[in-house]
């Protein structure tokens, strides 16, 4: 298989776009392609500001490379959960993301949930008895209530993820499966501004995992293999694995799955849901958009652990 650009021996073999393309090429090719996605749905301009949510993986850490290589200012924000399991899972992935910091000269802010609140993620689970052996509702909760926080308190214009393709497509394929109208209005490259929190974006929403897998280890970039281990199991790898069935009969079937919904939703498709959508309040004591009148989730679950 020979590289599409020079003809050299080929480092990656897409085959859902039927492009194959050498080291050098493939390495251009991703930021080209993420420029591309940036302006085509808009997420930010040269000029703003953007916070990058970086957990240690594979694609938090690619794109903040990815996006300093295009000349953006890209800072970043690693949340401390204190996810240990006896693998250390946390201590790992805050060791890789300052040495990548430190390697690149970034800018990088760390939130310890412990220091901050006075709980790690599964004694904060615990604690409030949700999600049983699973703390990821609790975490869920943190990560977007500290995100939000940390972009508005620093006057960040943007907040980026990693999700890639198939965090996308499985999320989409799970919203579908029950037909979440709320939830597939809102999944998309951009969240907008919203009462002061900063716009969300999501510039590897177009890539395959498999294609950041190969630009993070192209790129030299060292970054923790292990999924945290309170992701065995979930739906979401279930339906990764389901979709991976369906795009390896069919190259291209995932990309065209999240696409065409893309496109669906811009034609209205879930319109009729949004002006029926709850009016949103803002929480009395952190100020952020919530859907019910009084404390926001996040607020109560800090308020019901703390001693009385
Ligand atoms: S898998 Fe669950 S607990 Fe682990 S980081 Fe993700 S949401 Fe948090
Ligand atoms: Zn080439
Ligand atoms: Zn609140």
């Known amino acids: 298989m020979k590289c599409r650009t020079c003809g050299a021996k080929a480092a990656v073999n897409m085959r859902q776009h039927k492009l194959a393309l050498c080291k050098q090429h493939f390495l251009d090719w991703v930021p080209i392609q993420t ?94 008895h949700r999600g049983q052996n699973r703390p990821c509702a609790v975490c869920g909760v943190v990560k977007r209530h500290e995100m939000n926080r940390i972009a508005r308190d620093l006057g960040y214009d943007v907040l980026a993820t990693g999700h890639n393709l198939d965090d996308e497509a499985s999320v989409l394929f799970g919203n579908t499966l029950s037909w979440q109208a709320e939830f597939l209005l809102r999944q998309g490259p951009v969240l907008p501004a919203h009462d002061g929190l900063a716009r969300k974006v999501k510039p590897l929403c177009r890539f395959y995992e498999k294609e950041m897998t190969a630009y993070a280890l192209l790129r030299g970039i060292e970054y923790i293999y292990e999924e945290c281990p309170f992701s065995a199991g979930s739906t979401t790898i279930y339906y990764k694995e389901l979709l991976n069935r369906l795009e390896n009969d069919r190259p291209g079937a995932k990309l065209a799955f999240y696409l065409k919904f893309l496109e669906a939703r811009e034609n209205g498709l879930f319109r009729s849901s949004l002006d029926s959508s709850q009016p949103m309040y803002n929480c009395p004591s952190c100020g952020q958009p919530t859907q019910y009148e009084g404390k926001c989730s996040f607020c109560r679950m800090i308020e019901k652990v703390q001693p009385a």
């Open 35 to 128: 420029a591309r996605f940036i302006k085509k749905y808009r997420m930010f301009g040269p000029e703003e500001r953007v916070l990058v949510a970086v957990s240690g993986g594979k694609d938090s850490l690619s794109l903040w490379d990815i996006l300093h290589r295009l000349g953006y200012q890209a800072d970043g924000l690693y949340l401390g959960l204190g996810i240990d399991e006896g693998l250390g899972y946390s201590d790992e992935s805050r060791r890789l993301t300052e040495q990548f910091a430190r390697q690149h000269g970034l800018k990088l802010h760390i939130v310890d949930v412990q220091a901050t609140y006075g709980y790690d993620i599964p004694t904060l689970s615990a604690l409030t």
